[in-house]
């Protein structure tokens, strides 16, 4: 009988490629996956370290797999083992902590595997494939620990990215989500001390799998405002069936003094010109970002601004978080840290905002046909009454879910199902602040 293998990701689209990628390599020498409450032989957790509630969920889960899996070897990789090994080593059941990403490969070796990929073949249980094109992040922005665990910048080899994406796309995954810890980084390592004219840039990366035959779509992740250049843009306009119009670029904050604070490298200014510019160059692109409440010193002015930005810059998805300390940032030492309960009223503010933003933007796409990517489908008999969402009278319907091209959720009601991982053009008939209703 095969040896089992159980994995568990915490965090970013990043680690849950590297739990992939391990996943793949154990599995190509005979591991199979443990299924529901059957005891595994090997674990592999990977862990996060953003906030200290990432920490503590990281220990949970070690604990947790420990117990359910007694004789199980539990090898815990990600950015918590590499903050405190030592930590990480001293909990149950832990018998290998991967303190740095690179050491993946020997990771694979040391259980026997011989060909350690390179990229995956697959994504097992998603129908969007992550693609890591980078590694490591060089800024010092005030409240983020991860340059501390991930400093080394890396790029990987365009081509192998490039094999990579064409793999996915013949294992059926019609979208390919690139993603780094910081994304529009791609290139900056091989550029030093090259002329300008010579730069690698994220850009050019976009453009040759943009180029690429068969049929998908590809989404970028997270990216700063500094880095949505005029020729990225453009290689986004120039693609418009295979690039979605959808960019998630981080503001943090609204407001110039606590950007400051942030160590961030742009001003409010500067990032809602960029959302005009994409604005300008794409069709109805819709635009996400993440903000930081209760930044310490923020003022209730300070807030107002970061409200008035928002609004501005029309996101259509804020991922709002409340400022947590992280231990080993100067954030963490400052003066003036924000009460809790104020924290708590203005992220119910921001929400609030945000909700409004959301159903203004899907609303606004009433009408229109979008790119949607099947992620279920199930039958109906005789349900609804004839509106948009419904069907009236009997006979078989299908209600479809999925995430449009403008990454709003879509559901449907058809004839005729499509497949899970499936591209089908809607109609958008109807909208509200969580979803697009269409035929």
Not at 42 to 62: H, L, P
Not at 291 to 315: H, K, M, N, S, Y
Request: aromatic share 6%; glycine share 8%; charged share 30%.
């Amino acid at each position: 009988m095969s040896a089992k293998i159980r994995t568990v990701t915490l965090g970013c689209k990043v680690n849950q490629y590297e739990t992939e990628l391990v996943r793949q390599g154990l599995t190509s020498i005979g591991f199979a996956d443990a299924q529901n409450q059957e005891p595994a032989d090997v674990c592999v957790v990977n862990t996060c370290t953003v906030t200290s509630e990432g920490d503590a969920k990281s220990r949970q889960m070690i604990r947790r797999l420990a117990r359910k899996n007694p004789d199980a070897k539990i090898v815990v990789m990600g950015c918590y083992a590499t903050r405190a090994p030592e930590e990480v080593a001293d909990l149950p059941g832990v018998s290998e902590v991967v303190t740095d990403k690179r050491e993946l490969p020997d990771l694979m070796t040391r259980f026997g595997v011989v060909d350690v990929p390179t990229g995956l073949d697959g994504f097992s249980g998603r129908q969007r494939a992550y693609v890591k094109v980078q590694d490591g992040c060089l800024l010092r922005c005030s409240y983020c620990i991860i340059p501390k665990v991930r400093p080394e910048l890396s790029s990987r080899d365009s081509q192998h990215i490039v094999d990579e994406v064409q793999r996915l796309v013949a294992a059926g995954h019609r979208e390919v989500v690139l993603t780094g810890i910081h994304l529009g980084h791609y290139g900056v390592d091989w550029n030093r001390h090259k002329p300008r004219e010579q730069w690698v840039r994220l850009s050019h990366l976009v453009k040759q799998l943009a180029e690429l035959p068969g049929e998908f779509r590809i989404r970028l992740s997270s990216i700063e405002a500094t880095e949505v250049t005029r020729e990225l843009i453009g290689v986004l306009k120039d693609f418009p069936e295979r690039i979605v119009p959808h960019l998630h670029v981080c503001l943090q904050s609204g407001s110039d003094s606590v950007l400051r604070r942030m160590r961030r490298r742009w001003g409010t200014r500067m990032f809602l010109d960029r959302c005009e510019m994409l604005r300008e160059a794409l069709d109805q692109p819709a635009l996400t970002t993440d903000v930081i409440v209760g930044f310490p010193g923020e003022t209730d002015e300070e807030f107002e601004q970061t409200l008035e930005t928002c609004r501005r810059a029309r996101f259509s998805k804020v991922h709002v978080f409340p400022f947590s300390r992280r231990r080993g940032t100067p954030a963490a030492e400052m003066e003036d840290q924000v009460d809790k309960d104020v924290q708590a009223d203005r992220v119910a503010r921001l929400i609030e905002l945000e909700t409004e933003l959301r159903r203004d933007y899907f609303r606004s796409l009433v009408g229109r046909r979008v790119q949607l990517l099947v992620e279920t489908a199930r039958g109906f008999t005789g349900i609804g009454d004839g509106s948009a969402g419904g069907v009236a009278g009997g006979g078989s319907q299908y209600l479809m879910r999925g995430t449009s091209c403008r990454y709003a959720p879509v559901e449907l009601f058809a004839d005729q199902p499509a497949a899970p991982g499936t591209l089908i053009d809607v109609q958008v008939q109807a909208a509200d602040d969580q979803r697009l209703l269409g035929r």
